[in-house]
């Protein structure tokens, strides 16, 4: 019995593993469909989903050990909205793990027929990352090694980066986020 062999281990095992074949049949179907975007940026769920965003589409991952397909939707600027998002640092800040480190940016809602998803994009929050048509992580139709999940690929959103993430959004999804 190894001290990785417990029943948690397995789990978290056939989670990754049921994500990666979701994840497949997905690259393999957008393959089929051409849908292969010269630009898509992925950002990380609160959930350790993944949400890709292309020009006036947006792939819908489930969350990790969640129910459910990666979806391609059309979804216009009128069924987005974007806001500031701002958690002021506690105590010290969580330098020298005491406190709570802030939270700054903005988060992108997307109406999909009644329900609202939200996209963050906050630093301190989640992660996302800027791919190319040659290199997207999502689309690749080939199984990546050993367990993983996209979101690892993921770089975490720095303060510096969010005037430049602005922008990214507002030229992918064709609205207007306010700094």
């Known amino acids: 019995m190894g001290f990785f062999d417990n029943g948690n281990e397995k789990q978290r095992l056939a989670n990754l593993e049921a994500l990666e074949d979701k994840r497949l049949r997905f690259a393999e179907l957008a393959q089929k469909q051409g849908f292969a975007p010269e630009k898509m940026l992925l950002v990380s769920t609160d959930r350790g989903?993944?949400?890709?965003?292309?020009?006036?589409?947006?792939?819908?991952?489930?969350?990790?050990g969640g129910e459910g397909e990666f979806t391609l939707e059309e979804i216009g600027a009128d069924r987005l909205r974007s806001e500031k998002f701002y958690v002021p640092g506690e105590g010290?800040?969580?330098i020298f793990g005491m406190g709570k480190k802030g939270q700054l940016?903005?988060?992108?809602?997307?109406?999909?027929?009644?329900?609202?998803?939200?996209?963050?994009?906050?630093?301190n929050r989640n992660s996302?990352?800027?791919?190319?048509?040659?290199?997207?992580?999502?689309?690749?139709?080939?199984?990546?090694?050993?367990n993983a999940n996209v979101v690892w690929d993921l770089p975490p959103i720095e303060r510096g980066d969010l005037k430049k993430l602005r922008k990214i959004v507002s030229e992918l999804l064709g609205i207007t986020i306010e700094e």
Do not use: H, W
């Not at 989903?49 to 990790?64: C, M, R, T």
């Not at 940016?105 to 630093?123: H, K, M, N, Q, S």
């Not at 996302?128 to 050993?146: D, E, I, W």
């Open 49 to 64: 989903g993944v949400i890709g965003l292309a020009p006036g589409q947006i792939v819908f991952g489930p969350d990790y």
């Open 92 to 94: 010290m800040g969580g």
């Open 105 to 123: 940016g903005f988060v992108v809602y997307a109406d999909r027929g009644g329900f609202e998803t939200e996209i963050p994009l906050v630093v």
């Open 128 to 146: 996302c990352l800027l791919t190319s048509k040659a290199k997207n992580p999502l689309l690749s139709v080939k199984r990546r090694r050993g």
